[in-house]
């Protein structure tokens, strides 16, 4: 009998410790595909971001590679080297100034088929874009190959790509004349924690798929399409007046909060974001987000008035408006700027002069390069 009942207590001693077992084996699975979920987030994101833009016709899948040359396996990431960590966003209040911005006069050099963001080393498979900005943008264009290129900017140090949809009238291309105010600002309350873009950040804002609703109620939106005393239109007006100095014109703002990590992601976007409002007044980056950098807004004018019923953009309506952005700024030149304007709070031209405060100086010489 005490055999007996030593045998029941040696099994039951193995089913629990292979209970045991069990839990913890269970446990530790858990939590490795935690870590696991929680390290592959970011791209997760991207990737399903990336699949509703490709729904939407405008981004390629990640799952169809097309290498370039500052994404040599296609897969959509390009990593920050170094990328930025320890950084939490700030909330704190700086001395109050009503300005912190510089801008970036640049002009429209030339118009084609391509897009070296979205599709890279492709042509023709993008709409008509108009690019503003460094002169060899094409859709072959890498950091290296911009830094090596000229810039239809004031700035020679902005070597940066701009672009956005072609503007028609009818079938007539219609382009901004002259340099297009590029505004450089503080998206966030604390205007001074603003640092300049790493080298090689890219992103799109906006979407030519978004509908009229998305259009006026995207967080970049400013005032909509405008002419004359028209404002607020969220696709091109019947008309404007008829008299030469009205233009049609658009403001909108990017994302000016990014994510340390990646230079790029498969849908061209998720590393950046927008800051977010706290407190009365207060905009903040995220925490998923937390590096401030400059507020890029474009304020663009196409010299057409009139009956507007023929105007149209190579994506479509007036609300499939979006555009494109890749940093090729000389390093010190764009430091320069952000620390004279930005972070010291003043309302500079594209030499880094603010006329209201003439004893500031200027972050730029006459020529518009550093002294």
Not at 34 to 40: P, V
Not at 290 to 309: C, H, Q, R, T
Request: with cysteine; proline share 9%.
């Amino acid at each position: 009998m005490a055999e007996r009942s030593s045998r029941i207590t040696l099994v039951t001693a193995l089913i629990v410790a292979t209970a045991l077992a069990l839990v913890v084996m269970g446990l530790t699975a858990v939590t490795n595909a935690g870590a696991r979920t929680a390290e592959a987030a970011p791209r997760a994101a991207g990737e399903r971001a990336a699949a509703s833009h490709v729904m939407q016709g405008h981004v390629m899948a990640a799952a169809d590679p097309v290498p370039s040359g500052d994404d040599p396996d296609g897969d959509g990431y390009i990593p920050a080297n170094p990328p930025v960590t320890g950084v939490e966003p700030s909330a704190r209040i700086p001395a109050p100034r009503y300005f912190h911005e510089f801008q970036a006069n640049c002009s429209v050099g030339h118009t084609g088929s391509v897009d070296p963001i979205v599709y890279p080393g492709q042509t023709g498979k993008s709409h008509n874009h108009t690019f503003m900005g460094n002169d060899t943008t094409d859709e072959n264009s890498t950091t290296a190959s911009l830094g090596a290129g000229g810039t239809a900017c004031k700035a020679p140090g902005d070597l940066s790509a701009y672009w956005m949809p072609t503007l028609y009238d009818g079938d007539r291309e219609v382009r901004p004349v002259g340099p297009q105010t590029i505004y450089y600002k503080a998206g966030v309350t604390d205007y001074t924690s603003v640092r300049p873009f790493p080298k090689g950040l890219r992103f799109v804002v906006g979407s030519p798929t978004q509908t009229a609703e998305q259009f006026r109620n995207h967080p970049g939106k400013v005032e909509g399409w405008e002419c004359g005393e028209s404002y607020n239109n969220f696709d091109f007006p019947a008309s404007c007046p008829t008299r030469p100095d009205v233009q049609l014109n658009l403001r909108m703002q990017a994302p000016s909060c990014w994510d340390g990590k990646y230079l790029d992601t498969p849908d061209h976007q998720v590393h950046m974001a927008y800051p977010r409002a706290q407190g009365a007044n207060q905009n903040v980056c995220p925490p998923s987000h937390p590096v401030a950098l400059p507020m890029i807004e474009f304020k663009m004018a196409w010299p057409v008035n009139g009956d507007m019923s023929q105007v149209r953009l190579a994506s479509g309506t007036g609300h499939s408006f979006h555009y494109d952005f890749l940093n090729a700024w000389d390093d010190a030149t764009l430091g320069a700027m952000v620390e004279h304007c930005v972070v010291g709070g003043l309302q500079c031209d594209a030499r880094g002069y603010d006329q209201n405060h003439p004893g500031e100086g200027a972050a730029l010489n006459e020529n518009y390069e550093l002294p």
